[in-house]
């Protein structure tokens, strides 16, 4: 059984270390992506704090389609370039969004949210899908989020086969 430490009013960038740290033992010796994407999305959202939904979106047909995750049901396929995740797919680059009533083109998945953060999850130059973490603070992610969030998706890519859940 895998048991979350917790770093409680650690800095940010040490609780990403440790959740970096925890995640890679947590995939070690597991390729099934599905699996793998369960557990890094239950990883992040009992391990960050201030979240109200952490999962992914896997490219499939040209559309960014709903996978593992935390918190309330969620927007089941998403247009490339439109939204937080669709552009952060498009653009292949980590987009923040400190107040999503401000993005233009946001899709409201859950009205609660009010910060958002994707990070594009690129395999061998590949677009494979985004993460996507949101909270119901304002402005709750920044750049620390941003790199250890990167470093996160690094773990989980390196360690699932995602054949079977992106085109």
Known sequence: ?????????????ENYRELAAQLD???????SGLANAANTAALLFSGLPGLNWAGFYFLRGGELVLGPFQGKVACVRLQLGR?????????RE???????EKFPGHVACDHA???????????DGR???????DSPLLARFDAVDAAGLEALAAIFLQHSDLGQLAD
Do not use: N, Y
Not at 6 to 13: I, L, R, V
Not at 83 to 91: D, I, S, W, Y
């Open 94 to 100: 980590t987009v923040i969004v400190p107040d999503v």
């Open 113 to 123: 949210s009010r910060s958002e953060i994707v990070v594009p999850l690129v395999k």
């Open 127 to 133: 677009l494979i899908g985004v993460l996507d973490l």
């Open 25 to 31: 033992a947590l995939l070690a010796g597991e390729p």
């Open 83 to 91: 939204g937080v995740c669709g552009t952060a797919a498009q653009r």
């Open 1 to 13: 059984m895998f048991e979350l430490k917790t770093t409680a009013g650690a800095p940010k960038a």
